[in-house]
């Protein structure tokens, strides 16, 4: 069974650029959530998606916006990129919206910002 | 949460000893907690669950112990292996009861053979 998978693996924008990062989730969860983990910190929760709707926001600027398609995919987009959005964009995947679920998450995006 | 420098807390052993690791969590209201591991490059590992109405869950070789009272968690690593080398990490569900996970200090484990 394929597992959570992120694309692209690595990519390389400049200052005031935008990107667009892609999740796929495990087949049947339906609750996919975008972290960033800078060097050396662990992953901070950025969204969480379920049924197509936001379930959360954690506290990242009006820069960082996504959505999740009717297949349960979802997009991370980064607009007007900096210096400091350079980090591991990290999705996870879970079978329901609970927190009481485990959560599966892909290899990542490494986004280099320059 | 706690705030993270570049330099994470490093735990050295040998090959077949056993391993803690420890994380202090900061919400006393959170019910789920979840150790994951982390290799470089790669992303967080699942490693083993547990629900604040247990204290002790036991995995294949890892076990988690969790005291509600002082908010802390270890991880038990038996027989320490070189593939167990990575960093680990302890999270937390957040209180919105949606699949938020808010990361520990991650701990990074070095085993030498």
């Known amino acids: 069974d394929a597992g959570v998978t992120q694309s692209p693996t690595h990519l390389i924008k400049t200052r005031g650029q935008q990107v667009t990062l892609r999740c796929s989730p495990i087949?049947?969860?339906?609750?996919v959530s975008w972290y960033q983990q800078v060097l050396g910190q662990g992953p901070q929760f950025i969204f969480q998606?379920?049924?197509?709707?936001?379930?959360g926001r954690g506290n990242f600027p009006d820069r960082f916006s996504a959505r999740q398609f009717p297949n349960y995919s979802s997009e991370l987009n980064v607009n007007a990129l900096l210096l400091g959005d350079s980090a591991l964009y990290l999705c996870?995947?879970?079978?329901?919206?609970?927190?009481?679920?485990?959560?599966?998450f892909g290899q990542g995006t490494r986004l280099t910002v320059v | 949460g706690e705030s993270v420098g570049l330099h994470l807390p490093t735990l050295s052993v040998q090959e077949g000893d056993n391993s803690i690791i420890n994380c202090a969590y900061s919400n006393s209201a959170s019910d789920y907690f979840i150790w994951y591991k982390q290799e470089s490059g790669k992303g967080p590992q699942f490693i083993i669950d547990?629900?604040?109405?247990?204290d002790k869950r036991q995995g294949q070789r890892v076990t988690v112990l969790l005291n509600k009272t002082v908010k802390h968690l270890s991880l038990q690593i038996a027989a320490t292996q070189p593939g167990d080398s990575a960093v680990y990490f302890c999270?937390?569900?957040?209180?919105?009861?949606?699949?938020?996970?808010?990361f520990g200090k991650g701990t990074m484990l070095l085993v030498s053979p």
């Open positions: 087949s049947g969860h339906k609750s």
């Open positions: 998606y379920y049924e197509k709707e936001e379930r």
């Open positions: 996870a995947s879970s079978l329901t919206k609970g927190g009481n679920t485990e959560a599966f």
């Open positions: 547990i629900r604040s109405n247990m």
């Open positions: 999270a937390e569900n957040g209180e919105s009861g949606y699949s938020t996970l808010t």
